[in-house]
């Protein structure tokens, strides 16, 4: 379909945006639409996008027809979070913002339908923007090859030179007393010329010196290892019936020499299904408690205790349900509190057939687990919350919502139930919550925080939950103070920290975001390698770091785990020095050597060492590559885009590569792409990059491999990628490129291909030498033997072509036997192509030599019999075991000293198969002994948990959507109703989100790792009653035009200028 600037296109639910569009009017009230942006920034939660106010009743094709407004906005760029541009029609304009845009790869989700106009189509989306240019990627054998093939024709041209010299020489001073015998060819008139002529004689003559059929023989390799990864039925994922698939055949070898691999979290780490796994209540702690080695638990039935039960939940610890059916107050209220603390809208389609629409998988989540067990949230309106309670219906007057954000860590709602009751129900991180807990009950606090830090270490989304009764005078007392807040934002605070207090502590939730099968035990296999694995996500700090520890990526027992949150590039900076001096003092102190630290513009200089008795001093680079001690590093976006700054680069990746572990969060598309780009560009180490995504395209690209998996966010990762398949696991199989078995028993076979130890310049000329030993022996040895040897006849086997066969037979033998030796597993194939290769020889040589082809071809084939007559010699047999055993014996006798003395990992690990061969353990014992000797990292550790406690709280969420539902925006309301709405309410909550980016919040002076962001939120009618304020919708309200903006357009008429056509007819979006 080809969209164009200008273009108005109709998008309907579920449907991909194909390019950026303004969004002009939608099917939902006011104009807003819900999208899901996974595949720009990972997450999968929705956002919410509004219309422009003028445009939002444009719904009729008809009325779309007759738009004719311009925009006047920036030129294309990669910045996702940002827009800016004017809306002129109708002799007015109106400002237009991020929150105004959908951009292309968004998908519209729960929203029936609505209209865009197009600002940006193909390159110039900023997806595409991000996206990065198409590089061509070479393997560093391909350029190791093309450099030494230049040597080999450099030496080869030398050798013509020196060849035609001698000549010229040879021509000038002694050829010429031969002219009488001797005469030059009729086109020779000088010395010179037949120089020249003789140096291009000795090129052609010499040219098998250039290995070109290494080129052939390299490629046909490949051709074979990418079929072959093809046919891997243990790649295949019969779930989603996809196949492994080598999209590339020029870099199977660099799968054998990965160092780092850089992955993104959602979809490539996890499923993106979030469920209900375990909770806390009054001190008790449910949920699966599952032995793997024993029988499974029962999943419970929930249809004959609840008819409006979710079909698809599933929970197996039936104590919790019977604690809910005998009526346990405390029971009861926790899953009332989830009923009612959230910010989901309700959609019922037919009796007892509910739809939530939730804007974060987490509260979806809980909310439907407390559906399960018997309080079910049914419906609100502006000023009402409906629930279903143990089959009885009942209906919240909800008073106030104080909204999410990523400062408070917490949301709470403010409701009155039917028997006038005000409480207050908050839930959130424990580490703010559990600081406003009332006084007493230490003992349920200090239980329920061990029940919460054992459900991090099993990697686990947590939550803590309270309440709080509120007396009327409290309540009226605390709405005053509030609305006297204004939407400011330290006033809102104040207000927040006010109420938020004395709470009474109910539990805690631990939600599961499900990893992909066997994601942990890859990266502990690949960190045996010695592969390190980075997280890179656009997903927030919180659900990132909680996978990081879900995979085993971050664990308890981690020496130190490092956040570089900075707002500025000098506060990067101090972060980054401090963090690397911490490593050092920590590794010098673990390994008990004594040094005397000093510190000066951040950098560490080792003065004195263990048994040391002079000062020595080294680069800060080499004393990072020598820490010793499992550190992570966590950094946010916007203090990446600091670090990834020309004068910070060194800063960065010194410290990040000597972490064992690194998560980069909030990262656009783009940053993915550059930190990839800095570690090739340090640490000159062969990348992976793998992700779902088109916002992992950009990253698939620079990497030397890119490895895409077809999951749910579409198949441009696939499109973009060299390797592709389902599962993360895979990727173990695709990486230990040797026997399976072997290779995951020991992962540190890997390592030779990371450092290029086995095909390198060294290695090379090594190969050089001996060729040139072995030409040297294969010529001199038959040429001393033959000179003086005769036939059982009494004839001389002095002649050239006895000396040939007898010299080429030795050649192909002794390659033969090298090869053999070479070979360190036999199949089929090597017999067939090693000895074949023999047969093959003598055939062709005793068929050169026959009357057959002698009769035909008389002037080509005229030496008849002498292959024959030479090798019925037994002087001929004789010399060709002599020239064999003397090229072959040195090369034994090194190989056995390299054994004895210097034996390599994979040496070991061949005696040891042999040894064991007469006592080899069933199918799979080896293997789980092994992971049970490096339980470490996998098996022993999978369950560990670390003495120090960490909190489990991610919560994937996003403000504003308290102060959507409470204005009732978000509601499908009559027209009356819409006009009982408070006046107090009749500020975009959009507005008040981009007044609160541009407002200056220092950073937080408690040392969290997330900057302070704003707080929003509603306040409803002091008491059931209806508000009587009657509120007039201005739609000039709804995105007011400042003088800035104003000011700014007239820079803007210098960008792009999209038209709306009234001409143009109406197109539907197809998913690309």
Not at 459 to 485: F, K, N, V
Not at 963 to 978: D, F, P, Q, V, Y
Request: charged share 20%.
């Amino acid at each position: 379909m080809n969209v164009r600037v200008g273009d108005i296109i109709k998008l309907e639910n579920n449907q991909f945006v194909a390019a950026d569009l303004l969004l002009l009017s939608s099917s939902e009230p006011h104009g807003l639409c819900y999208i899901e942006t996974a595949e720009l920034d990972g997450e999968t939660n929705m956002k919410v996008r509004q219309s422009v106010s003028v445009t939002s009743e444009l719904g009729d094709p008809n009325n779309l027809a007759q738009f004719n407004g311009e925009v006047v906005c920036e030129p294309p760029n990669n910045k996702l979070d940002r827009f800016r541009g004017m809306l002129y029609w109708r002799e007015k304009k109106y400002t237009l913002t991020n929150q105004n845009m959908l951009l292309r790869g968004c998908v519209l989700r729960n929203t029936e339908a609505c209209y865009g106009l197009v600002i940006f189509a193909g390159p110039d989306t900023k997806l595409m923007q991000n996206s990065g240019r198409t590089k061509f990627k070479r393997t560093s054998i391909d350029r190791l090859m093309n450099t030494l093939v230049l040597w080999i024709f450099a030496f080869l041209v030398c050798m013509g030179i020196v060849l035609a010299v001698g000549n010229a020489v040879w021509e000038r001073e002694v050829g010429t007393l031969f002219q009488h015998y001797l005469p030059w060819d009729p086109s020779v008139n000088g010395f010179l010329f037949s120089a020249v002529r003789t140096f291009w004689s000795y090129v052609i003559i010499l040219n098998t010196v250039v290995p070109i059929s290494l080129y052939v023989s390299v490629e046909v390799i490949r051709l074979g290892h990418s079929y072959f990864i093809n046919w891997d039925q243990l790649m295949f994922c019969s779930k989603c019936n996809t196949a492994a698939e080598a999209r590339t055949t020029t870099l199977s070898e660099e799968l054998g020499q990965v160092e780092y691999i850089f992955s993104d979290k959602t979809g490539t780490l996890t499923q993106n299904i979030m469920s209900f796994k375990k909770c806390s209540i009054n001190g008790h702690s449910y949920g699966e408690v599952a032995d793997p080695l024993g029988p499974q638990p029962k999943r419970l039935d929930f249809t004959p205790f609840n008819l409006l039960a979710d079909p698809d939940f599933c929970f197996y610890d039936d104590t919790l349900l019977e604690s809910v059916k005998v009526g346990d107050s405390h029971t009861q209220e926790f899953f009332r509190l989830l009923s009612l603390c959230h910010t989901i809208m309700s959609e019922e389609k037919s009796e007892g057939e509910l739809v939530y629409k939730a804007q974060s998988p987490d509260e979806s989540a809980l909310v439907t687990a407390a559906r399960n067990f018997g309080f079910v949230f049914r419906s609100r309106t502006l000023g009402t919350i409906t629930t279903t309670e143990m089959g009885r219906t009942v209906t919240y007057t909800l008073l106030a919502i104080l909204d999410f954000n990523n400062a408070r860590k917490r949301m709470s709602v403010i409701v009155r139930n039917p028997e006038g009751r005000i409480r207050l129900y908050c839930k959130g991180a424990d580490t703010v919550l559990l600081q406003r807990l009332r006084p007493c009950k230490q003992d349920l606090i200090n239980i329920t925080s061990d029940h919460l830090n054992e459900y991090a270490a099993d990697g686990l989304r947590t939550l803590a939950l309270a309440y709080r009764d509120l007396t009327e005078e409290q309540w009226e007392m605390w709405s005053e103070s509030h609305q006297c807040a204004d939407k400011e934002e330290d006033l809102l605070s104040a207000a927040y920290e006010q109420i938020e207090q004395d709470m009474t502590l109910l539990g805690g939730t631990a939600i599961e975001d499900k990893l992909q099968e066997g994601v942990p035990e890859t990266i502990a296999l690949l960190s045996l390698a010695n592969i390190k694995t980075w997280i890179v996500t656009g997903d927030k700090q919180e659900t990132a770091v909680n996978i990081g520890y879900s995979c085993k990526m971050l664990t308890d027992d981690m020496t130190q785990v490092f956040i570089i949150s900075g707002h500025s590039v000098q506060r990067v900076k101090q972060e980054l020095r401090r963090a690397r001096e911490q490593m050092i003092a920590l590794s010098q102190t673990k390994d008990g050597e004594r040094e005397e630290v000093v510190e000066g513009c951040g950098e560490v200089c080792f003065m004195k060492f263990k048994g040391a008795g002079k000062q020595s001093q080294c680069p800060p680079s080499n004393r990072m590559d020598n820490i010793s001690g499992d550190f992570a590093l966590i950094i946010n976006g916007h203090s990446l885009a600091h670090a990834l700054e020309a004068d910070m680069e060194e800063e960065f990746i010194t410290t990040a590569c000597a972490c064992k572990a690194v998560i980069c969060c909030r990262v656009t598309p783009l940053q993915k792409a550059q930190v990839v780009e800095l570690v090739k560009k340090y640490k000159r180490a062969v990348t992976l990059a793998i992700g779902d995504g088109a916002n992992d395209v950009s990253m698939i690209k620079s990497a030397h491999i890119g490895v895409g998996i077809s999951g749910q966010e579409g198949i441009q990762a696939v499109l973009a990628s060299d390797y592709s398949f389902s599962q993360f696991r895979f990727l173990q199989r695709l990486l230990l490129d040797v026997p399976d078995q072997r290779s995951l028993e020991y992962p540190k076979l890997y390592e030779p291909g990371q450092f290029n130890l086995l095909f390198n310049k060294k290695e090379f000329f090594i190969c050089i030498a001996q060729g040139i030993y072995t030409s040297v022996v294969l010529f001199f040895v038959p040429y001393a033997i033959l000179a003086n040897a005769s036939q059982s006849n009494g004839e001389p086997l002095t002649d050239y072509q006895t000396f040939a066969v007898t010299t080429a037979t030795a050649l192909v033998i002794v390659v033969s036997v090298q090869i053999s030796l070479d070979t360190g597993f036999w199949t089929i194939f090597n017999h067939v192509f090693v000895w074949g290769s023999l047969g093959c020889y003598f055939t062709i040589m005793f068929a050169v030599h026959s009357q057959t082809l002698f009769s035909s071809f008389p002037n080509h084939f005229h030496f008849v019999g002498s292959a024959q007559s030479t090798l019925l010699q037994p002087v001929v047999w004789l010399t060709i075991a002599l020239a064999t055993v003397i090229c072959i014996v040195p090369v034994l006798a090194f190989r056995f000293l390299k054994l004895d003395l210097k034996p390599q990992l994979s040496d070991t690990i061949r005696h040891t198969q042999l040894m064991c061969e007469k006592k080899r353990r069933p199918a799979g014992g080896r293997l789980a002994s092994t992971w049970r000797s490096a339980g470490s990292v996998s098996e022993g550790r999978l369950g560990a948990r670390g003495g120090s406690r960490r909190s489990g709280y991610a919560f994937a969420h996003q403000e504003g959507f308290g102060e959507l539902i409470t204005s009732g925006k978000n509601m499908r309301l009559s027209s009356l109703a819409l006009a009982s709405f408070a006046s107090r309410h009749s500020s975009s909550w959009i507005d008040t989100l981009r007044r609160k980016k541009h407002a200056h919040t220092p950073p937080s002076a408690s040392g969290e790792c997330t900057p302070a962001l704003s707080h929003s939120s509603s306040v409803l009618g002091c008491s059931q009653e209806a508000p009587t304020e009657v509120e007039t919708v201005q739609d000039s309200r709804m995105i007011p035009t400042t003088s800035t903006s104003v000011e700014a357009s007239e820079d803007l008429r210098e960008g792009a200028v999209s038209t709306g056509s009234p001409s143009v007819a109406e197109k539907t979006a197809q998913k690309e």
